[in-house]
């Protein structure tokens, strides 16, 4: 038990790497304004950090934090907390889906009930852009399986042999006199229904497998058209030229020192513009965080480089268990309007100076001496124009403060042209101080925001009481 539980507690994140001979170097970049790398992962553990998070690099090795470090999605369903996160883009592009473990350790579940009793759900987003995300739904991916305990670390692969794609994940579950995990897979097309799950991977005796990833190789490049790692006890390696057909086992990289006492999480991607490839590996045995190795064959154990470490950086945050996007040059330019590194900022009242404006059972009102994230927003470029502002909580990425029948509320914005104008307001000089800020409504611009009996209130202004309600300073 204490070997799964170290194992669980540095589970998977990824990166990309580069290297020759023995050192990591910067890519061989095809074209200077090559489109970079996407990542999505989690942070560690607590209600916050196992969200989601997004990191951007445009090499595949030094990586800067999104969203000033903060999450981007936050799951609202489950266990309302999730990890591992995969990424998957269909084939035409024109769709893009987050699949995770629910899963949310130290915010009311421990190690031993996530292993014997935990989720049977994945936790999925979808999106058309990359950027505006629904709202998450559960998909129940363990409940099939007789006596099927959890459902951890999915991943997704386009199959084109199904024209469908090919879902798998790990369960804990009793089975020819072992219980431990194996990975698990079934078939869909939408990530709301999958067929009936099986058995995909099962390493003998007593021996778990938790994480594997498939990479799709090209043509000419090893003798394998897949190649998956997974950590087991190391890290092996396997060819297959069908997903769903004979894998081999390839080796590991103990012959780079690396064995399965050391490392874990393996997670791929590809450099642009090269046949070179990065694994990212997350060094728990030492609370090293991941590490890149490189190769020009995926399928070659023998190719495996190790980098210098000053080769790569993770950025601010901590990385855990995700997955990396190659990405086109208009999902980079969406992905990096959308989550700059905007602060987090309060608004505090004027004639109440004690008093911030939160957000609490998304109802929102001023409250006094708050310096939780329930009283932070980011004050981002207006959803309907420039010249604007819109207020996205911290706490709840995706949710805006909008004004609905004059009264406030926290929503999830649903992409539509109404909740863009509702959640729009031009700041403007203090109606009370001109050294403050007040807020007035984009579409209906006869009204501000103010307090009313505490509550936020979207009004005309016509007294010298309500233009102090109506004034607010914007503070750290």
């Known amino acids: 038990m ?23 170097t910067t890519p061989e970049r095809a074209a200077a304004a090559d489109p970079g ?36 999605l936050r799951s609202t369903v489950g266990t309302q907390g999730v990890r591992d ?23 009311g579940q421990n190690w031993d009930t996530a292993i014997n009793n935990g989720s049977r759900n994945l936790v999925v987003w979808e999106s058309t852009d990359l950027v505006t995300w629904s709202k998450p739904w559960l998909l129940n991916v363990a409940g099939a399986i007789p006596d099927g305990r959890n459902a951890w670390a999915p991943e997704a692969i386009w199959d084109p042999e199904t024209n469908g794609y090919i879902l798998y994940w790990a369960t804990n579950v009793p089975f020819n006199g072992a219980t431990k995990h194996r990975i698990f897979y079934a078939r869909t097309s939408d990530f ?6 099986q058995i995909y991977i099962d390493r003998p005796g007593t021996q778990e497998i938790i994480d594997t990833q498939i990479i799709e190789v090209p043509s000419g490049v090893g003798n394998y ?45 590809k450099f642009n513009g090269t046949n070179k490839w990065g694994l990212y590996l997350d060094q728990y ?14 399928s070659n154990p023998a190719a495996y480089q190790k980098p210098a470490s000053t080769s ?41 100076q004690d008093r911030y404006v939160r957000h609490t059972n998304f109802d929102v009102r001023i409250d006094q001496n708050v310096t939780s994230d329930d009283a932070k927003f980011r004050l981002r470029t207006g959803l309907a124009g420039s010249g604007t502002v819109s207020f996205e909580s911290v706490n709840y990425p995706g949710y805006f403060l ?28 203090g109606l009370a101080d001109s050294t403050w800020s007040s807020f007035q409504s984009y579409n209906y611009p006869d009204r501000y925001i103010r307090h009313y009996a505490y509550y936020l209130k979207l009004d005309p202004i016509t007294t010298a009481t309500a233009r102090s309600d109506a004034t607010f300073r914007v503070t750290n």
């Not at 042209?417 to 403007?428: E, I, K, L, N, Y």
Request: net charge neutral; hydrophobic share 35%.
């Open 37 to 72: 790398y996407l990542m999505v992962h989690f942070t560690g553990e607590g209600a916050t950090n196992q969200q989601m998070y997004l990191s951007h690099s445009t090499d595949g090795l030094h990586w800067n934090d999104l969203n000033g470090g903060g999450m981007v």
């Open 192 to 197: 709301r229904t999958i067929t009936s799950p």
């Open 285 to 298: 045995a030492t609370n090293g965080g991941y590490m890149p190795v490189v190769t020009t064959d995926p």
């Open 312 to 352: 790569y950086n993770m950025g601010g945050t901590k990385k855990r268990h995700g997955w990396i996007m190659n990405l086109t040059a208009a999902e980079e330019s969406r992905v990096l309007a959308r989550w700059p590194n905007t602060p987090a900022n309060r608004l505090q009242s004027y004639n109440f």
């Open 225 to 269: 058209r897949y190649v998956r790692a997974s950590g087991d006890g190391q890290i092996t390696l396997e060819g297959s030229n069908s997903i769903l057909g004979t894998w081999t086992r390839l080796g590991d990289l103990s012959g780079i020192g690396l064995t399965g006492s050391q490392v874990e999480g393996p997670m791929w991607m």
């Open 2 to 24: 204490r070997t799964l539980l170290s194992r669980l507690a540095a589970i998977l994140v990824a990166a990309c790497l580069l290297c020759t001979g023995q050192v990591l």
């Open 85 to 107: 996160p995969a990424f998957v883009r269909s084939p035409d592009g024109s769709k893009y889906w987050i699949i995770a473990t629910d899963l949310c350790i130290s915010c």
């Open 402 to 429: 909008r004004h609905t029948n004059y009264d406030f509320e926290l929503a999830y914005n649903d992409g539509s042209s109404q909740f863009a104008a509702d959640a729009t307001f031009r700041q403007v000089p």
